[in-house]
């Protein structure tokens, strides 16, 4: 594919993470410095008072590679800090190190009605990770969440886990890099808390750019993932519906992409009409029978899920909407807002330990692990489709307040009954709309 076009300069990446320490499973790891070549970004702050950061990758680390939007907390209590002191009188401390802040698996497995497939389906299954240049401690990273909760070990000895470039090769690996490998230890660790069961293959691209993004995925479902997530996107432009065809036409095969960071706004290639696009949620605990409650997730009007119309896909035949003649961004959602964000566990290029992520890169990973509990995708079946034929049903939870943004058609950016940009037809509630 050396002759695709290359990506425009302005692609963004997706992503989201935070983190803490556990020395004695870090033993051994080396101290090798890590790639890093951005600026210290602004930290932003929510309603709630929480307060995070982008990620060094957040800037490309070379000219025209694509870059991360990875949101790390640095400050305040999340949601889920705010929930346990109240469970059980105490006052945590901000962006404490030590401690898991944000949702863990149990907390996901139970707001989308996973906890009983999460216990018994994947067995297998290979979820594949598709990332920008290498984290030299994501196998470590990976056993230390998956330690602290629980999970099955994951590991490279036991078959579950495997790390390649993008020829397949295990040894001839991309160059380090410590803003990427917080995206990378995000993408893992949701993948493992929704689908504990599954096989990981994390498939590391030589560098940021669509091309090499684009073979990376190719060698996924090379290697026999049939669920593959990508946590990156950005500006549209005419070379899309090129790409669709070089990297995203894979029947069969479950393929999620981050809806986006920077609000209102249509990404490529969530707006791929062979992937499903994941929209990103505001989730929080309710005194409903559910037990949770969801909206957009909007810091800013620049700051957000992704959602809108784009210029360049086709609309796909499963997708209805009226309002947009191409493709509609999105198709389901997630948790994303980093005010209501994830626990995630981090060690190379910071003090390593626990993290607090937000970000649509936590959603598409969720999303990949949610496919793989539901089963194998027939063979020449889209599964981004999947969701349409469930639509309205109890397996989804409809989101139906929040938005992203300004848009003057106003399910764009604005959340109501039924589909809608920011959150697509909503979030999973159990298995029953990822099955073809």
Request: aromatic share 8%; glycine share 12%; charged share 15%.
């Given at each position: 594919?050396?002759?695709?076009?290359?990506?425009?300069?302005?692609?963004?990446?997706?992503?989201?993470?935070?983190?803490?320490?556990?020395?004695?499973?870090?033993?051994?790891?080396?101290?090798?410095?890590?790639?890093?070549?951005?600026?210290?970004?602004?930290?932003?702050?929510?309603?709630?008072?929480?307060?995070?950061?982008?990620?060094?990758?957040?800037?490309?680390?070379?000219?025209?590679?694509?870059?991360?939007?990875?949101?790390?907390?640095?400050?305040?209590?999340?949601?889920?800090?705010?929930?346990?002191?109240?469970?059980?009188?105490?006052?945590?401390?901000?962006?404490?190190?030590?401690?898991?802040?944000?949702?863990?698996?149990?907390?996901?497995?139970?707001?989308?009605?996973?906890?009983?497939?999460?216990?018994?389906?994947?067995?297998?299954?290979?979820?594949?990770?598709?990332?920008?240049?290498?984290?030299?401690?994501?196998?470590?990273d990976l056993a230390a969440y998956r330690s602290h909760y629980?999970?099955?070990?994951?590991?490279?000895?036991?078959?579950?886990?495997?790390?390649?470039?993008?020829?397949?090769?295990?040894?001839?690996?991309?160059?380090?890099?410590?803003?990427?490998?917080?995206?990378?230890?995000?993408?893992?660790?949701?993948?493992?808390?929704?689908?504990?069961?599954?096989?990981?293959?994390?498939?590391?691209?030589?560098?940021?750019?669509?091309?090499?993004?684009?073979?990376?995925?190719?060698?996924?479902?090379?290697?026999?993932?049939?669920?593959?997530?990508?946590?990156?996107?950005?500006?549209?432009?005419?070379?899309?519906?090129?790409?669709?065809?070089?990297?995203?036409?894979?029947?069969g095969v479950a393929i999620t992409v981050s809806a986006g960071?920077?609000?209102?706004?249509?990404?490529?290639?969530?707006?791929?009409?062979?992937?499903?696009?994941?929209?990103?949620?505001?989730?929080?605990?309710?005194?409903?029978?559910?037990?949770?409650?969801?909206?957009?997730?909007?810091?800013?009007?620049?700051?957000?899920?992704?959602?809108?119309?784009?210029?360049?896909?086709a609309k796909p035949a499963w997708q209805t909407d009226t309002?947009?003649?191409?493709?509609?961004?999105?198709?389901?959602?997630?948790?994303?807002?980093?005010?209501?964000?994830?626990?995630?566990?981090?060690?190379?290029?910071?003090?390593?330990?626990?993290?607090?992520?937000?970000?649509?890169?936590?959603?598409?990973?969720?999303?990949?692990?949610?496919?793989?509990?539901?089963?194998?995708?027939?063979?020449?079946?889209?599964?981004?489709?999947?969701?349409?034929?469930?639509?309205?049903?109890?397996?989804?939870?409809?989101?139906?307040?929040?938005?992203?943004?300004?848009?003057?058609?106003?399910?764009?950016?604005?959340?109501?009954?039924?589909?809608?940009?920011?959150?697509?037809?909503?979030?999973?509630?159990?298995?029953?709309?990822?099955?073809?």
């Amino acid at each position: 594919m050396s002759n695709s076009p290359a990506r425009p300069s302005n692609w963004r990446r997706i992503g989201s993470a935070a983190a803490a320490t556990t020395a004695l499973l870090l033993a051994g790891l080396g101290t090798a410095a890590p790639a890093s070549a951005t600026p210290t970004p602004t930290a932003r702050t929510s309603s709630s008072a929480v307060t995070w950061t982008p990620a060094p990758c957040s800037t490309p680390r070379k000219k025209g590679e694509l870059t991360c939007h990875a949101l790390r907390v640095t400050g305040g209590l999340t949601a889920y800090q705010k929930q346990r002191a109240a469970q059980h009188g105490t006052t945590p401390k901000a962006a404490d190190a030590t401690t898991p802040a944000g949702y863990g698996p149990a907390d996901l497995q139970n707001a989308y009605g996973l906890t009983s497939a999460a216990a018994t389906n994947g067995a297998g299954r290979t979820l594949a990770i598709v990332d920008a240049y290498d984290d030299p401690h994501a196998e470590a990273d990976l056993a230390a969440y998956r330690s602290h909760y629980g999970l099955p070990s994951c590991t490279t000895a036991n078959g579950c886990f495997k790390k390649v470039g993008q020829t397949g090769s295990t040894t001839s690996l991309p160059a380090a890099d410590s803003g990427w490998s917080q995206e990378i230890s995000l993408d893992l660790d949701m993948a493992s808390a929704v689908c504990p069961q599954c096989h990981i293959l994390l498939v590391e691209a030589s560098s940021a750019s669509m091309t090499n993004l684009g073979t990376a995925v190719n060698e996924a479902v090379k290697l026999g993932a049939r669920y593959v997530s990508n946590s990156y996107g950005g500006s549209e432009s005419s070379s899309d519906t090129t790409y669709d065809s070089a990297y995203f036409d894979h029947p069969g095969v479950a393929i999620t992409v981050s809806a986006g960071d920077s609000g209102y706004g249509a990404e490529y290639p969530a707006a791929s009409r062979y992937v499903t696009s994941v929209g990103g949620t505001s989730l929080t605990t309710a005194s409903t029978s559910r037990g949770w409650s969801e909206s957009v997730w909007k810091t800013s009007n620049s700051e957000g899920t992704g959602s809108g119309c784009s210029r360049y896909d086709a609309k796909p035949a499963w997708q209805t909407d009226t309002g947009c003649t191409r493709r509609m961004i999105a198709d389901v959602s997630a948790v994303a807002d980093p005010a209501t964000g994830v626990a995630v566990y981090d060690s190379y290029g910071v003090t390593p330990g626990w993290y607090t992520f937000g970000g649509t890169s936590a959603s598409a990973p969720i999303i990949a692990a949610v496919y793989a509990l539901a089963g194998t995708p027939s063979s020449g079946s889209y599964p981004a489709r999947f969701p349409y034929a469930a639509a309205g049903t109890p397996a989804l939870n409809d989101v139906t307040t929040g938005s992203n943004g300004n848009c003057s058609t106003s399910y764009f950016c604005t959340a109501r009954p039924g589909y809608d940009g920011p959150t697509g037809w909503g979030t999973p509630q159990g298995l029953g709309a990822f099955t073809g």
